[in-house]
Each structure stands twice: as C-alpha cells, then as structure tokens.
C-alpha cells in the first residue's frame, strides 16, 4: 500500500529515543522528511543522519516558545510541516487520593500545554493546504487509567478531550486529528519500569516481565517498529477518513472495545 507520505514535512515530538524514535523511522520509510527532536540535540542530529531525509532539532517542548521553534525550524529544513506527531514524558507516578494542586498544574504543563503548542504553531498551514495529520502518542490509561499513574491519567485524558474536540473541528478541512495508544512496548523506559518493579517487590526483573506478559492476550511486549507501522498508517494519505479516533497498540491488553 502506498501511504502517500513521499515527500510530506513531518515533524516528530521527543523522537530521540523509544516510541517517538519508532515513529520518526517509521515514517522516514515512507518517504517523509522527518524532523527528529529532542532535548537530547546530538542524539536527535546523530538519529537524524541514519534517516533518509531528516534533521535532528534540540529542543525543550516544556518551553513556551519551544514548540513554535520547532515548527520554523521543519519550515526551514523541508518546507511546510503536514503532520505533527505529539509526544512526550509523563508526570511522576502517585496516587489519586495525594494529588496536590501543583501535581495538577505539573500535569497538564507536561502533557497538554506543549502539545497544543505545537498544534497551534503547525494547524494554520495544514488547514490553508486541506491536508494535515495530527497524531498524538498517548497511553492505555486514556482508555483504562492505570494505577498509581494519576497525573499521568489525568493530563492524557484532558489531551484526548481537547484533540476530539478539535477533530470535529478541522475534519472538513482534510486534517485529521487522532490518539495512537500504546500498551507494553519494549522500549528502554518500559525496561526502566520493569527494573523499578523489581526493586519494589523483591522480585527477579525476568519475574515481573513473566508477569507482566500473563496480562497481555498476545502474550509478549510490542516491538516498537510495530507500534511506529501503526502510526505511520494514521499519519497517512491513506487514513484520510480515520479522526476522532484513539487506537490501542497493545496486544489486547486493555479488556474493552
């Protein structure tokens, strides 16, 4: 299938490393010029150099004028930007009941103020164009909060909410606007995740990842090119038709529809 990506500007939020890295190659096979970045700048410029057409872009989304930097420099490189891949860290864990007014305010400066940055900063243009993709990276708690995630839950499901209702809004306008959400990627964070597990229980790491995979229906983590091939479809002229819609990539983890 031919995604219709050959040639299309894409830039790609904290793409120096796990789903946002699957992601940028993901779509630089398709033929996009990728815009790798990070606050990592030489991985972002070293990652950048392996991809077919791509540069590497050091920047701090968390920074009020990080994400209107980010979009002149892809303008720069490539021309205008027609997809924005939304992406980033989470909060700290904790737990619902010990949430502080500043844990909220954390949440959503890290989760839902540099993404909406981003899309202000690219939206104009893809809607002057009549083609834009706005895919943003979330997490199986949009669907099922996870446990002693609060903020993390939080800040995700106020991003969702926010890009369904813009979906509504620009879908007229062929841009489409969608939540890709993945389940136990192997990706270096989820190694980290594991390992931190392991130090809390008293358990082996190989013991929590056995664990951890009895609670997936597919019975293994993801490979992160898998979780990047799903995103690529979404970015693409191909799911011209798909908005408004949060898709799991995690081997049936989440038990509903």
């Known amino acids: 299938m031919d995604l219709g990506l050959q040639g299309r500007t894409a830039v790609v939020a904290a793409s120096t490393g796990g789903l946002g890295e699957a992601v940028a190659r993901a779509l630089a096979a398709e033929g996009a010029h990728v815009v790798v970045s990070g606050r990592r700048g030489e991985r972002a410029r070293q990652l950048a150099a ?24 892809a303008e720069s490189a490539f021309g205008p930007v027609d997809v924005a891949v939304l992406n980033g860290p989470g909060p700290r864990p904790g737990l619902a009941a010990d949430l502080t007014d500043d844990d909220v305010t954390a949440a959503v400066a890290a989760l839902v103020a540099p993404h909406r940055r981003l899309v202000a900063a690219a939206l104009p243009g893809m809607r002057e164009r009549g083609w834009g993709r706005v895919l943003a990276v979330g997490s199986s708690g949009v669907a099922a909060p ?50 931190a597990a392991a130090g809390r229980s008293g358990r082996s790491v190989e013991q929590v990842q056995a664990a951890s995979r009895a609670t997936i229906p597919a019975g293994r983590y993801g490979r992160p090119e898998e979780f990047g091939a799903v995103a690529a479809f979404l970015c693409s002229g191909a799911a011209g038709y798909v908005t408004g819609t949060a898709l799991r990539c995690d081997g049936g983890l989440v038990r509903t529809l």
């Open 50 to 73: 392996e991809l077919p057409s791509a540069v590497g872009v050091e920047v701090d989304l968390t920074d009020p004028d990080g994400p209107a930097r980010l979009v002149a420099a």
């Open 146 to 195: 996870l446990p002693n995630l609060a903020a993390s839950n939080l800040g995700r499901a106020a991003l969702a909410g926010w890009l369904k209702t813009l979906a509504a809004e620009v879908a007229a306008e062929g841009v489409t606007v969608n939540l890709l959400l993945p389940g136990r990627i192997a990706t270096d964070r989820v190694a980290e995740l594991d390992q």
